[in-house]
């Protein structure tokens, strides 16, 4: 009982300091699409190499007391000013850049998605041996000596269907001797849109391609008069039926309809009973293989409906509304 608890306690402790720490440092550094570095949002401290370093001065600057010898005082203190030179040095090689999020490519869970970055320049001064990485992503190694700036693309495996935020990205360099390591932790506020894991299907019930009348929905933006209902605010100007306000039969608002002829409807009931993500994995599929075969196909979702069409842009906004269904914005 002891030892456990101890472990318990230990394991609270750290879950303390990792939540202080996350709460500092979202304070110093806070969330940005571009950030430059200065001061405030840099941390050096001697690596490995360069705290050996130290503890080899002082058993120098100790020999050259007790034997009271001018030339170890002197080698001593020459290395001494050599390690805050490169203190400096180490410092300004990340001073002054200017991080900045790009893009971050879509993905299906399980699968590699691409997070581009551009680094540039602040001033007229060079920077050499630049690493970046986030915790779980692939590594990159940068040097700006006549470009502004360089772009970096780093890859990262993604988790489930939404918005994927890949975290604190790592810059750091040890340039130029290697004795201090300069970093900084970035909150680029960039995200991935991750899919719905396609789930097969033997076929897809109740298309609307099996009807030769095709399927009616109301759609705006149709020149097909369906109806009048009553007026709702924020209705658009060009729908309201001017001529019933004029005869004195209240404001109404036209209603219009499109008939997608010949056309497959991925509707959310057509999976009635299925948990939530299981529907979405089936519709994605149905979307992926409709896109494949060049077949117009539409989508219903409750609150939600995408007309047929075909297409690049067409699929995006289909897979797009998949992914986010119940999903909180990537802001929030």
Not at 88 to 108: D, E, K, M, W
Not at 165 to 193: F, I, M, N, Q, V
Not at 249 to 277: M, V
Request: charged letters at 20%.
């Amino acid at each position: 009982m002891g030892s456990g608890s101890l472990i318990q306690g230990k394991h609270r402790y750290r879950l303390r300091f990792a939540e202080r720490f996350q709460r500092w440092i979202n304070r110093r550094i806070p969330p940005s699409r571009s950030v430059t570095l200065n001061q405030r949002r840099i941390f050096i401290f001697p690596s490995a190499a360069g705290l050996f370093f130290m503890f080899c001065l002082l058993v120098m600057l100790l020999t050259a007391i007790n034997f009271q010898n001018n030339l170890s005082y002197a080698l001593t203190f020459l290395l001494a000013t050599l390690f805050i030179v490169a203190t400096l040095h180490t410092y300004a090689n990340l001073s002054g850049l200017t991080i900045q999020a790009v893009r971050a490519a879509a993905a299906f869970p399980g699968q590699r998605t691409e997070f581009e970055l551009l680094i540039s320049k602040g001033r007229q001064r060079r920077h050499y041996a630049l690493h970046c990485a986030w915790p779980d992503s692939s590594d990159a190694l940068v040097n700006l000596t006549d470009q502004e700036s360089a772009r970096v693309v780093l890859h990262m495996p993604v988790g489930e269907r939404g918005w994927y935020k890949p975290g604190r990205l790592l810059l750091e360099s040890t340039y130029p001797l290697g004795l201090l390591r300069c970093w900084t932790w970035l909150d680029l506020d960039l995200h991935a849109l991750v899919y719905p894991r396609p789930l097969p299907t033997p076929e897809l019930p109740g298309t609307a391609s099996q009807d030769d009348d095709g399927a009616a929905l109301l759609l705006p933006g149709s020149d097909d008069f369906y109806a009048l209902r009553e007026y709702r605010q924020g209705d658009p100007m060009r729908q309201i039926h001017w001529k019933g306000l004029a005869k004195g039969q209240g404001l109404h608002s036209k209603e219009h309809t499109a008939y997608a002829q010949r056309s497959a409807w991925l509707d959310w009931e057509q999976f009635a009973g299925l948990p939530t993500e299981q529907r979405l994995s089936h519709l994605c599929f149905w979307a992926l293989d409709f896109h494949k075969k060049q077949e117009e196909f539409g989508l219903q979702l409750p609150a939600l409906v995408i007309a047929p069409g075909t297409g690049d842009k067409h699929l995006d906004a289909v897979l797009r509304a998949l992914a986010l269904y119940g999903k909180e914005p990537a802001s929030a």
